[in-house]
T-cell receptor, first 116, second 114 residues
Framework: AQSVTQLGSHVSVSEGALVLLRCNYS??????LFWYVQYPNQGLQLLLK??????LVKGINGFEAEFKKSETSFHLTKPSAHMSDAAEYFC??????????????FGSGTRLQVQP | DAGVIQSPRHEVTEMGQEVTLRCKPI?????LFWYRQTMMRGLELLIY????????DSGMPEDRFSAKMPNASFSTLKIQPSEPRDSAVYFC????????????FGDGTRLSIL
């Protein structure tokens, strides 16, 4: 079965600093991976997705993630944090290739705080 | 394009009452998903449909929960009778048929059972 681990339930950075949110996955097959962002009282919005093309994936709002098979990681980064980046971030893996089940398995989320 | 539309945004009701949550997926999307989000359990998939047919309901917690999709543009999630432990945010999402397509989420229904 697929699983996703997000290290650090809370991350705090200063405005302008590097953002690094960690995600490790467990999958027996090449995975489809996603990062979503959730702002307060809103649904999840797709930031970016990895679907076995380029290992460095660029998303919206200046975020990017690198798929590293050897480390089973898909960490999310942004060179310079902005106050508007404060939100909760979820890493997810698709079950499709593993079980044929069209479901996403989500990590527990990381809440990003941006200090002025 | 309009996104996934859920109603109501907030629902407060007393234990034992019937609750119906509604969802309109994005036009042209073949898959519809219902998720529940709580502090304790995070995001959980309850059920999903393909072309209006329920495919996997293994996440539905118990018989008090039921979901229907009478047509391609409408789905309901019903809880009867409701209990305080059902309090959560319920999300609907939809996606296209291809496996690498992302799911698009609605803004959710925040449900409080007193």
């Amino acid at each position: 079965a697929q699983s996703v681990t997000q290290l650090g339930s809370h991350v705090s950075v200063s405005e302008g600093a590097l953002v690094l949110l960690r995600c490790n996955y467990s999958s027996s097959v090449p995975p489809y991976l996603f990062w979503y962002v959730q702002y307060p009282n809103q649904g999840l919005q797709l930031l970016l997705k990895y679907t076995s093309a380029a290992t460095l994936v660029k998303g919206i709002n200046g975020f990017e993630a690198e798929f590293k098979k050897s480390e089973t990681s898909f960490h999310l980064t942004k060179p310079s944090a902005h106050m508007s980046d404060a939100a909760e971030y979820f890493c997810a893996v698709s079950d499709l290739r593993d079980t044929g089940r069209r479901a996403l398995t989500f990590g527990s989320g990381t809440r990003l705080q941006v200090q002025p | 394009d309009a996104g996934v539309i859920q109603s109501p945004r907030h629902e407060v009701t007393e234990m034992g009452q019937e609750v119906t949550l509604r969802c309109k997926p994005i036009s042209g999307h073949d898959y519809l998903f219902w998720y529940r989000q709580t502090m304790m359990r995070g995001l959980e998939l309850l059920i999903y449909f393909n072309n209006n047919v329920p495919i996997d309901d293994s996440g539905m917690p118990e018989d008090r929960f039921s979901a229907k999709m009478p047509n391609a543009s409408f789905s309901t999630l019903k809880i009867q009778p409701s209990e305080p432990r059902d309090s959560a945010v319920y999300f609907c999402a939809s996606s296209r048929d291809r496996g690498n397509q992302p799911q698009h989420f609605g803004d959710g229904t925040r449900l409080s059972i007193l």
